[in-house]
């Protein structure tokens, strides 16, 4: 059971910590065993009030919320998990991460997760890269709450139960989700926290030609981490494998805009669901490459216009 404070005040609290330990002084010296342990306890509850109370009660009340608190001072930083054993002065802190993220929409990302999304280059953020991610760290990703969170959950739980591969899952779970991005974690679960997934995720895009963009593959708008399925259709068999760098240097060297029509992602509505393929200039069947040269930016209304011509 989680113990009231009496005291919020951090001087307070450190007032009587230091005479709790400066009167253990004695214990150590003549106190048996069980006396020792017994006049240490209410030092450990001490310091852990003393902690929790450095994000004021008036601000975040709640071991959750404090959570929250500090990870929204922190956006985007490391954080390690004893950050948050003290500030919530809770055991159980990391079950508040999940309800975090899960029931409230807020990014926090695991360590592991990210390690995993940068090993396939889908983040590319000075810091984060450089710095090697543990299990026991965590990271907001977004300062922004994402309130269609808890219902991806239940449908990532559904799909997580399922038999299948990991490929069928992520591809399950994307396209009930169709231009609405997701994020990593969710992924990552759905496929039963394989660490295979964010590679099965690129293959996905690069092999089988689904536009599944990060910020880092033709959609510098959304936020870190989270992965969009644009719409629900492959590119054209000749216009796929082609490897993300190349992707990549092709829709900057395009401005990320049609480069029949001029349609950029800022023009995207719900009537107009256009998204952004790229076409090999001499078809990739014929031996055209893969190469910045070769490849330009479409829509796909003008893509599919592209190829009608083709074959006509
Ligand atoms: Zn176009
Ligand atoms: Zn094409």
Known sequence: MPRRPSETKPETIRVQLIE???????????????????????????????????????????ARDRILAYFRKYPLLVIHGDELMV????????????ELRREYGWA??????????????????????????????????DKEQDREAAHRWKIANDIRKKSG??????????????GRPVTGEE????????????????ELRTEQG????????????????????????????????????VRRAVLVKDK??????????????????????LHHKEHHAKGGENTKENLITLCVVCHD????KDKS
């Not at 500030?87 to 999940?98: N, T």
């Not at 992924?187 to 690129?202: F, G, H, I, Q």
């Not at 216009?305 to 009608?308: L, N, Q």
């Open 20 to 62: 709790l330990l400066a009167h253990f002084e004695d214990q150590l010296r003549k106190g048996d065993l069980r006396r020792k342990v017994l006049s240490l306890i209410s030092a450990f509850h001490l310091l852990r009030d003393l902690g929790s109370s450095l994000i004021p009660r008036e601000e975040a009340s709640a």
């Open 165 to 178: 591969g990991v490929h069928a899952k992520i591809l399950e779970f994307l396209r009930s989700n169709v």
């Open 210 to 245: 689904w536009p599944i963009l990060t910020r880092n593959t033709g959609r510098p708008d959304l936020p870190i981490g989270s992965y969009l399925l644009e719409k629900d259709r492959q590119s054209p068999a000749h216009d796929r494998k082609i490897p993300d760098p």
């Open 87 to 98: 500030v919530s002065g809770i055991q159980d802190w990391p079950r508040r991460i999940r």
């Open 305 to 308: 216009a592209v190829h009608r």
């Open 187 to 202: 992924l990552r679960y759905v496929t039963n926290d394989k660490s295979e997934w964010a590679r099965r995720v690129r």
């Open 108 to 141: 926090i990302a695991s360590g592991v997760t990210v390690q995993e999304m940068i090993a396939e280059d889908e983040i590319n953020v000075k810091g984060l890269v450089e710095a090697s991610l543990k299990p026991e760290e965590y990271i907001l990703l």
């Open 256 to 277: 990320y805009t049609c480069q029949k029509c001029r349609w950029t992602h800022e023009q995207w509505n719900p009537s107009d669901p256009r998204h952004l393929e």
